[in-house]
């Protein structure tokens, strides 16, 4: 399990350091070439999609470390009543 959490890390600071660059190539482009109506459109929607970009790479994140705290951390204690689960869901007859 220890290897989804790694994945799911590097791909969302994979997607962190993109957005990184598509924001530095974005606001170079805003001020090298000047906004006219056209391209204030372009902007927002650019805009949006570096947004977008940047709350998936939060999600990664927050599900790595999830992951990792439920999987891999051995200071979680699991409660006792998921210990006796086995026993709960066991078919009938089946020992």
């Known amino acids: 399990m220890i290897v989804a959490v790694i994945c799911i890390f590097i791909t969302g600071l994979a997607l962190l350091v993109y957005g990184a660059g598509e924001t530095y190539q974005l606001v170079s482009h805003l001020f090298n070439d000047g906004v006219n109506a056209k391209s204030a459109k372009a902007l927002v929607l650019a805009a949006i999609e570096l947004v ?5 790479a939060t999600v990664l994140f927050v599900i790595a470390i999830g992951l990792y705290e439920l999987f891999a951390d051995q200071r979680f204690l699991m409660p006792s009543m998921l210990n006796s689960l086995h026993v709960i869901f066991m078919p009938c007859g089946a020992q």
Do not use: E, G, K, R
């Open 52 to 56: 977008d970009l940047f709350l998936l």
